[in-house]
């Protein structure tokens, strides 16, 4: 992670201070309400029942060595990382282009205009979001009425409760993320860099491949981050959207909760899945920085 | 320095906040809080002002969406909550952990009223001492689009008929679809002996399920855009389908039998407020309040004989519930230790992997 | 510009209205179901305000909303400016810890919501913070910081630390300098990041329904709670009302400020 060191040469008794108190309020705020209550997680993790009351609980691997011993979890972590790729990779295909518009192309009070329409739909709730989806997406829903208007007789297009449908709804909810990041990256680049460029004969296609995409990187990063990471672990838009296909880890660490007692067991397999997470990003971050 | 006077502004913020949550949860008025599903009876504003109105107590809700969840909030909240609406298969385990109180009905007008069965049914006050009175009861199978059935079916195996492939709505809940392949096996719901064949059972539905639904409003849509052609339910949901949708669905009770299942209301230990909370529950069972709420909103079987005497004649939970034929055919959900939980939600995840292959 | 220019600047606008119909066609849809009668959300539409009439009078829904409005903001503020402040500390210095401090972020993006908010209920409860508004700003702080930091870290990558540099050879102190020169140009940055805090908070629904007292609730909390028996179109009303307002807010603003950074 590259870094700015304006203060490097400086006693170090100040700038630890100075470190401290910029970091120190977000992260104690952090500790407290995040990382102390995870920890016990982490804890019950190894348990063999949660220490409530009476329940005995002993230090075990067991948890963990579920997740190795039964094939359908591996099987649904795969899945759940499929889908979060999936959904990065069109964010990012249908997200950029509509950011770099935004900071490139258009100008003046249509920006601030579209910039905001681009966050709104945010406000709406999740899961409102998603039920609105459903009656798009149904049988004899507004898409399928849609289509049958344009095409007659076009006959139904048995999209609700399928793979595509979760796509769409996660697509649909995290796309702001991606168009918002790489828009703060884009704005910042100077225009008469492109120019520049352009005017020493560049193409556009050299353009964006040599210059925009490398100054625009952190924000892209920033996006998929802020969205891969929370899509991996879904849970309400698969089951909601998918139907028969919307089973994914999230749900099954989700039922451990819900359907039965066993927060060790869903504690295990939701640190397992940070883990690859974090795996995953450590592997493909660096790997994107060298590429461009 | 900026971190200071931000921390101080943050920190005078959070002040407010903790000051508002005070100033909200302040009250003159004596007042119960009651633990129960969203619009699940005790929340009905009609029957709350009543209340009110007779007893001077307000009502204060907080909602679970799962059993786990209920039981949760339960253990790290005591003292939180008066009356807590608890399945009768999970009322023993509360009682257990201490997370809820003996109840002395002795004052309670409306228990005398309680089907004899039901008050004292073993999970609801385990070595007779009663934990959880009676309330509803109903029924877990599956109801039919009578458009899509010119006679009503009369087997557990049209779920698994291939004339419906595709065409069968199901639950996303692992006991539930267990017992369901327990009853279409002939086993004991509460305790299968053959998880095999009950794994085939459940693999069997493949080509069947359409989708998994998860709530009432849900079931409602597929059914109304006519997703399905049958697919399991509850009994009280079902009626308020027919009357309040005015959709075109039946209920049928198998001649395998279906899953019985009994609802409880419990004093939480430590409740602020026991009297006002044994108020709420003899309002809850009595006829004045379940007639209204059963004719003009649609709810389970009262576990009150004399409430469901008073139903019109032709109301299902009368009518259908009130065959005693019917109802021995039912296994009513039992407690179950969680070791067998949990293999049973491991059966479904398998199954539901296996189902998206 | 010339002709093909002009053709791509055309096919951009086209571009653009496709995106934005896509991000409002389920709000358009939830709209529209407002203003069914249908509780079924039945087509064709039956034109009536009847779900606003019954919205009007339910206080519990009105109250629930003015709950997610205040605990928002108040975690926007305290997210923004917190997270900022660590953010200029990871631009600024290069330290030892630097990297996990960085790393510990995700756990709060990653950890499905459900098992953060059971450990935050049982955690609030062994050290006595408990449950209500407070606890919910408590959380939604907690979610809010991992975005504001990484969005406006990303935005302080374009920053040229130099420019920090020669404001305080001109003499300006170390705020000074922050405050003309460093905050002016994260300013889209914080602006975004302000955005996504209000709308974390505003939308969450598992965290708030952990941590909310009885009777006391928020918006997404009554939604997520009726999700067993299915919401009816009163919801579809109020968040309509929500989305109209807060659009209107918002361009509102945006006539007397500009977000964009314009240069």
Partial sequence: MQSATVDAPRISGRRLRAIAGLTGPAYFWLALTVFLPLSAMFYFSFLSDVPFGKRVAVLTLENYAAFFEKEFYRTLMLRSFRLGAEVTFYCFLFGFPCAYLLAKTIKGRWREALFLLVILPFWSNALVRIFSWTMVLRGNGVLERLVNWIVPDYGPLNLMFTYPAIVVGLVHSYLPYMILTCYISLEAIDDSLIEAARSLGARRLTVLRRLVLPLALPGILAGAILIFVPVVGSFMEPRILGGRQGTFIGTIIEDQFTAVFNWPLGAALSFLMLGFVLLILLVVVPLARRAT | MLHSKLLRRGLASLVMAVGLAFGAAQSWAEEIRVLNWQGYGTDEAWSLELFTEKTGIDVVHDYFNSEQEMLTKLRTNPGAYDVVLINSAYTKQAADEGLIQAIDTSGMKNVADLSPGMRDNENLAPGGTTYGVAWLWGVTSFAVNTNDFSEMPQSIEELWDPKHAGRVGWRDDAIEAVMFAAIATGQDINNPSDFVVIRDKLRALKPQIRTFWSSEDEWNQFMSANEFDLATYWSGSASRSKTAFGLPVEFVIPKEGAIGWLDGLSVATDAPNPEGAKAFIDWMIDPEFYVTWDTEVGAPASANAKANAELPETAFNRAVLGDPEKVATLQFMGPMDEELRQKILELWQETKTYLQE | ?263
Avoid: C
């Fill in chain 3, 1 to 263: 510009m010339s002709r093909r220019g002009t053709a791509l600047a055309r096919a951009g606008r086209v571009y653009m209205a496709a995106v934005l119909l896509f991000l409002y066609v389920p709000i358009v849809v939830m709209a529209v179901m407002s203003f069914n009668a249908s509780k079924l959300y039945r087509l064709p539409v039956d034109w009536s305000f009847t779900w606003y009439t019954a919205l009007a009078s339910n206080d519990k829904l009105i109250s629930a909303g003015l709950n997610s409005v205040w605990v928002a903001v108040v975690t926007t503020v305290i997210a923004t400016i917190l997270g900022t402040a660590a953010s200029l500390a990871f631009f600024r210095y290069d330290f030892r810890g630097k990297r996990l401090l960085q790393i510990l972020l995700f756990p709060p993006i990653a950890i499905p919501w459900l098992i953060i908010g059971t450990a935050m209920l049982v955690f609030f409860f062994w050290i006595g913070v408990g449950r209500g508004l407070h606890a919910m700003v408590l959380g939604h702080v907690a979610l809010a910081l991992p975005y504001v930091i990484v969005v406006v870290t990303a935005r302080l990558r374009s920053f040229d630390p130099h420019l920090e540099e020669a404001a305080r050879s001109l003499g300006a102190s170390s705020w000074q300098a922050t405050r003309r020169v460093t905050l002016p140009w994260i300013a889209p940055g914080m602006v975004a990041a302000a955005l996504f805090a209000f709308a974390v908070s505003f939308d969450q629904f598992v965290i708030s329904y952990f941590l909310s007292s009885p009777g006391v609730s928020t918006l997404p909390v009554e939604i997520y709670t009726s999700i067993r028996k299915g919401f009816t179109p009163e919801i579809n009303a109020a968040s309509t009302i929500v989305i109209l307002v807060s659009m209107a807010l918002l361009l509102g603003v945006a006539r007397f400020y500009r977000f964009g950074g314009e240069r």
